[in-house]
T-cell receptor, first 113, second 110 residues
């Protein structure tokens, strides 16, 4: 199993540009989530999904959209990038919910200039 | 609001036990204590979790006090590869997210 994969690993955007961060898992996990981590900070939940077709907001959802059309994929879209969205983004999945062991991807390092 | 309090940093000699404390004095009866760690720039890694009984797995042991207001993660024989930020998280499943605070930066030294 590849586990949780994220692409790209690095990305530089200009203010106002849009892009999609990709996340995929091959463990047939129902639950997937997106976090961001700023320097010296812990992780903050952006959006999460409890299954295909179901998504919900986390702690810091503004400026981001998600969709879950398949069990495997959970893309995160930045609608109009801002410098405040410069961060490291982690995707995670778990078999039975956020309260169970979560498997994290390697992260995407995003810089918005 | 952070539900847990951890020291910002700790040192441990290689081969010795690393004992990482966590205070969670407002923990509710249905909330579990989780531990994750994050090795430099990588995604967090699950270590262990427990409700009120002590737990042990191949990575670590978790000791929870009888009143459940604090816990200790024990790495029995720390290695240089255990150098990481360790997060103690309290979660009961009623809210939507695990709250990762700033954690404890453990430095294992030769």
């Amino acid at each position: 199993n590849a586990g949780v994969t994220q692409t790209p690993k690095f990305q530089v955007l200009k203010t106002g540009q849009s892009m999609t961060l990709q996340c995929a898992q091959d463990m047939n996990h129902e639950y997937m989530s997106w976090y961001r981590q700023d320097p010296g900070m812990g992780l903050r939940l952006i959006h999460y999904s409890v299954g295909a077709g179901i998504t919900d907001q986390g702690e810091v959802p503004n400026g981001y959209n998600v969709s879950r059309s398949t069990t495997e994929d959970f893309p995160l879209r930045l609608l109009s990038a801002a410098p405040s969205q410069t961060s490291v983004y982690f995707c995670a999945s778990s078999s039975e919910g956020l309260s169970y062991e979560q498997y994290f991807g390697p992260g995407t390092r995003l810089t918005v200039t | 609001d952070a539900k847990t309090t951890q020291p910002p940093s700790m040192d441990c000699a290689e081969g010795r036990a690393a004992n990482l404390p966590c205070n969670h004095s407002t923990i509710s009866g249905n909330e579990y204590v989780y531990w994750y760690r994050q090795i430099h720039s990588q995604g967090p890694q699950y270590i262990i979790h427990g409700l009120k009984n002590n737990e042990t797995n191949e990575m670590a042991s978790l000791i929870i006090t009888e009143d459940r207001k604090s816990s200790t993660l024990i790495l029995p024989h720390a290695t240089l590869r255990d150098t990481a930020v360790y997060y103690c998280i309290v979660y009961g499943g009623s809210q939507g997210n695990l709250i990762f605070g700033k954690g404890t930066k453990l430095s294992v030294k030769p």
